[in-house]
């Protein structure tokens, strides 16, 4: 692990480290990073997501880690991360996403509804499909 001292070491000019409370654990590796960014991209043989981190005024996000995967890993990460994120809301409550957010990306609450549900339906339908082989 390294040191504090190492995770307030100077970064380049356009890699601050945001201003806001990061977690203590970010940094402690060299494959930790933190994320408030978000750009995924599908193409014709798979997804790439690249996660970054906005500089308090800075433009462009600056990029911590790019992913490549198949569609078929998305897709279990996308049913791994609804389910975790469901077992969450139900444990602690809903997370609350600004107003500003939603309409930047052009997502309703009904959107958000309605994705969920499909996304269950959609499992649902495969642990069926599953058990009936």
Known sequence: MRSQLAMTEEREPGHERPSYAVPPWVGTSDIDVYSDT?????????????????AMGAKPDSEVARVFMSFQMA?????????????????????YLPEEMLQALGISDEDLATLRERARAAAQGTERGAREE
């Open 38 to 54: 978000l750009n995924v991209n599908v193409g014709m043989f798979g997804v790439t997501v690249a996660f970054g981190q906005r």
């Open 75 to 95: 897709e279990v990460f996308r049913r791994m991360l609804t389910q975790l994120l469901d077992a969450y809301q139900i444990d602690r409550g809903p997370i």
